[in-house]
């Protein structure tokens, strides 16, 4: 048994994910079935005959608030039965082998580069992960989820269930690969130490709900097409969304509270933001920091770092930072800084 290892599991061809967030990590059935379904949900798992014994488990974790990014894989081939997770969704990317997965009456067969699995927590599932299996999984609070599917269609708080099945040769399969690509680099670049601040965080939950919600299909997607089709929300009314950004930009992004504060849905207020005012939220919320980065750095003291003060601002890839605040201000956010001292 090997709990908490670092290294690569059962010599596959490619370096685990997420090595320096180790959680799992052991060659024995019952006690890989035991910490994984802790972290995730009770399950039962079970070697299929003739690989039992290539198996072992491997979990890496890497947390950011109310959802995490993970790395699994298991060696051989098993049998999975979680039955219906409850607590979450779970967006599942083969990085090799092969894994099929019968959730709510479909099949899913995931495969890399093709093909990707998003579990619904209402709906039982069971897998069976093949050929030395490795994913990399995104795992999303329910309640996050259901809130913000609700406010998006502007109804009351219900279920909802996910159509399955990820194409990832589409765009949204490729857009949906890169953010998850993204947020494994972030977490190894920063290491377990990093602790992200509550603002970059919100910013890269808003990102992943915004993607899943609007791009792929699931049983608020109708009523939430209705809203797109009414007419836009009035001048004034973006006005007061965009005085809301503002005066909490420092904070960490709280679509519901901004819609609140206008007086209008969330679905509106982004079409809204697009129609009129020619950007996204997101986007803007971006430039508005930047103005704030700018400010921080000219008024920093010497020994305070770029990166530290861009994280807390919200920023969470630095060279794309870098870049916006140059083509903003004509010089590096170091260039600032420097000029400050």
Same mark, same amino acid.
């Given at each position: ?17 997420? @090595? ?41 974790? @890497? ?27 779970l967006l599942q990317v083969p990085l090799r082998g092969r894994a099929r997965v019968k959730t709510g009456g479909r099949v899913v067969d995931a495969a890399p ?127 007061? @969304?965009?005085?809301?950004? &503002? ?74 930072? @870098? ?7 004509? &010089? ?10």
């Open positions: 048994m090997m709990m908490g290892g670092t290294g690569s599991t059962g010599g596959s061809a490619a370096p685990d994910r997420l @090595a320096a967030f180790s959680r799992v990590w052991t060659d024995d059935i019952d006690e890989a079935a035991d910490a994984i379904g802790r972290i995730f949900c009770p399950h039962a798992l079970m070697p299929v005959a003739h690989s039992a014994p290539s198996f072992h488990a491997r979990h890496n974790s @890497a947390g950011f608030g109310d959802f995490s990014v993970n790395y699994v894989s298991y060696g051989g081939s098993v049998d999975i039965d979680p039955g219906c997770l409850d607590r979450f969704f580069a093709r093909t990707a699995s998003l579990l619904s927590p209402t709906l039982p599932t069971r897998m069976v992960w093949q050929d030395d299996c490795a994913k990399l999984i995104m795992l999303l609070d329910r309640r996050v989820v259901e809130q913000r599917a609700a406010a998006l269609a502007e109804c009351g708080e219900r279920v909802i269930e996910f159509d399955p099945e990820i194409d990832l040769t589409t765009p949204f399969g490729r857009a949906l690969r890169a953010q998850l690509d993204y947020l494994v680099d972030l977490a190894e670049h920063a290491g377990p130490e990093q602790a992200f601040s509550p603002a970059l965080t919100a910013m890269l939950r808003e990102a992943a709900l915004g993607l899943l919600l609007t791009g792929q299909h699931h049983s608020f997607t109708e009523a939430i097409a209705q809203i797109d089709r009414r007419p836009g929300p009035l001048p004034g009314v973006l006005r007061k @969304a965009r005085q809301y950004l &503002e005066a909490h930009a420092a904070e960490p992004l709280d679509l519901e509270r901004m819609a609140h504060a206008a007086g209008i849905g969330i679905r509106s207020l982004q079409l809204g933001f697009q129609r009129h005012f020619g950007t996204s939220i997101s986007q803007m919320l971006q430039d508005i920091r930047l103005s704030h980065l700018h400010a921080r750095l000219c008024a920093a003291q010497p020994c305070e770092r770029v990166i530290d003060i861009a994280f807390d601002l919200g920023f969470s890839h630095p060279s794309r930072m @870098a870049s916006a605040y140059r083509a903003r201000f004509g &010089e590096s956010p170091s260039e600032t800084l420097r000029r400050g001292e």
